[in-house]
């Protein structure tokens, strides 16, 4: 099975702060890594497919980058309805898997 | 707009089975271009994928090795559904159950019922 590892598992941030979540995985993945927000009680909700395409409807903010082992999800500017916890999720192989998360609490 | 609407019963007993259903609207459960999945989260485990069901002029089953001997998920075409059945629970299968659709287009999950919430009691 292919192991994500998310960092950090916590973070403190301010509105209008620059963000960046670190995914690695434990073999080459291409570019096969999404990105997901999930808020307290609801599903999670994709944010960024294939390393680095923004889904439908997500706000420019949001970036992705990487390829191979490691990833990046960057928020621009932080605002208030960006705290949440995110996750990296791979596609290139069965069993899918996703990395531990990484909670965006407000400072 | 696809949605998925899950439903399913909140408390089970050990070693008896677990049942959820997602209703499909908005696409086929024998779409060529998407794979139905049902993935849960615990605090235990965070979040974890169970397994898949897909049509490509036949049904395909994956499943997580984790629970493999014990789990069912099944398209019901009729219905334009998908359930997942899973036997001999225990109290450590406690979690929130999701189903998702797996797109062919995006290659990550798209879309994702509500969740079920579902208690094993000892």
């Known amino acids: 099975d292919i192991h994500l590892t998310q960092s950090p598992s916590s973070l403190s941030a301010s509105v209008g702060d620059r963000v960046t979540i670190a995914c690695r995985a434990s073999q080459d993945i291409n570019t096969y890594l999404n990105w997901y927000q999930q808020k307290p009680g609801k599903a999670p909700n994709l944010l960024i497919y294939?390393?680095?395409s923004l889904q439908s409807g997500v706000p420019s903010r949001f970036t992705g980058s990487g390829s191979g082992t490691g990833f990046t999800l960057t928020i621009s500017s932080l605002r208030p309805e960006d705290f949440a916890t995110y996750y990296c999720q791979q596609s290139y192989s069965t069993p899918r898997t996703f990395g531990g998360g990484t909670k965006v609490e407000i400072k | 707009q696809v949605q998925l609407q899950q439903s399913g019963p909140g408390l089970v007993k050990s070693s008896q089975s677990l049942s959820v259903t997602c209703a499909i609207s908005?696409?086929?459960?024998?779409?060529?271009?998407?794979?139905w999945n049902w993935i849960r989260q615990s605090p235990s485990r965070g979040l974890e994928w169970l397994g898949r069901t897909y049509y490509r002029s036949e049904w395909y089953y994956d499943y997580a090795a984790s629970v493999r001997s014990r789990i069912t998920i099944n398209p019901d075409t009729s219905k334009n559904q998908v359930s997942l059945r899973l036997n001999s629970v225990t109290p450590e299968d406690s979690a929130v159950y999701y189903c998702?659709?797996?797109?062919?287009?995006?290659?990550?999950?798209?879309?994702w019922g509500q969740g079920t919430m579902v208690t094993v009691s000892s």
């Open positions: 998702a659709i797996y797109s062919s287009s995006s290659y990550a999950f798209d879309m």
């Open positions: 294939a390393a680095s």
């Open positions: 908005g696409d086929s459960v024998s779409s060529n271009n998407a794979a």
